[in-house]
């Protein structure tokens, strides 16, 4: 396939031809959403460079937005984030990778998690390194916020912060924090560098959700999916 060179980038242009439909939210649509998969390359059945070349052919074949592919660091395109992305996670150690979506709507992550874990077990693998992240933003900046405390409140009365083991290092419950302290103090303590949390707020109209990874956690795709619709 042919590309474009942006730096260390590779920017392989949308599949015309493809036959899946169009996910991009419209201007009805409250709330866009985006995820991201981590993931190792198997070097035992392939060779780095040709998984990678394998996995980006397969990749453009599941969206009509642009490919990004960087094998050193993270793109740095302006339209970055309208684009599906094959970039180095730098949380995870050698051949660790990371395939994140264009912001798409809610059924588009989940065409995203039935087509990306299949390519996940075809050339590589998942670990406790390894998770599945989940981004929800509202789509019009009118001065709508999210209420974090509440949505993480709410998550936990239904399971979904524990549904998952906690990951050393990647993935901790939110919760242990608000158990024993209060508003204030956890709020203190959640910043605190360091620490990754199983759901983050990354500004008041974007929350990250970390809750779900770990060993082969890319084989429970319906799982997967499930839990996300529940968020």
């Known amino acids: 396939m042919d590309y474009a060179v942006e730096g260390s980038t590779k ?3 949308g599949n015309k031809f493809c036959t899946y439909p169009d996910f991009t939210p419209n201007e009805n649509d409250l709330y866009q959403y985006g ?5 190792y390359i198997n070097t035992d059945g392939y060779t780095y460079d040709g998984a990678m070349a394998a996995l980006t052919r397969d990749v453009h074949t599941l969206t009509y937005a642009d490919v990004l592919v960087d094998e ?9 984030n309208h684009c599906i992305q094959i970039k180095p996670d730098i949380s995870l150690q050698d051949h660790g990778i ?3 979506i264009p912001i798409s709507t809610k059924e588009g992550v989940v065409h995203f998690i039935e087509t990306v874990t299949p390519l996940i077990e075809k050339y590589g693998y998942t670990n406790a ?5 989940i981004h929800i933003s509202t789509l019009k900046n009118d001065g709508t916020h999210i209420d974090f405390y509440r949505f993480m409140l709410l ?10 083991s906690t990951r050393d290092g990647y993935s901790q419950n939110v919760m242990d924090i608000l158990s024993s302290h209060t508003k204030q103090q956890a709020r203190v303590i959640k910043t605190k560098k360091g620490t990754i949390w199983n759901l983050e707020r990354i500004g008041p109209q974007h929350i990250e959700i970390k809750s779900i990874g770990g060993l082969d956690y890319h084989k429970e795709f319906e799982r997967i999916i499930h839990e996300f619709e529940a968020y």
């Open 11 to 13: 920017r392989y242009l």
């Open 98 to 100: 990371e395939i994140s």
């Open 72 to 80: 050193i660091s993270i793109p740095q395109a302006n339209d970055k």
């Open 155 to 164: 998550c936990d009365n239904a399971g979904l912060l524990s549904s998952w």
């Open 35 to 39: 995820c991201e998969f981590e993931f």
């Open 129 to 133: 390194d390894t998770g599945f992240h």
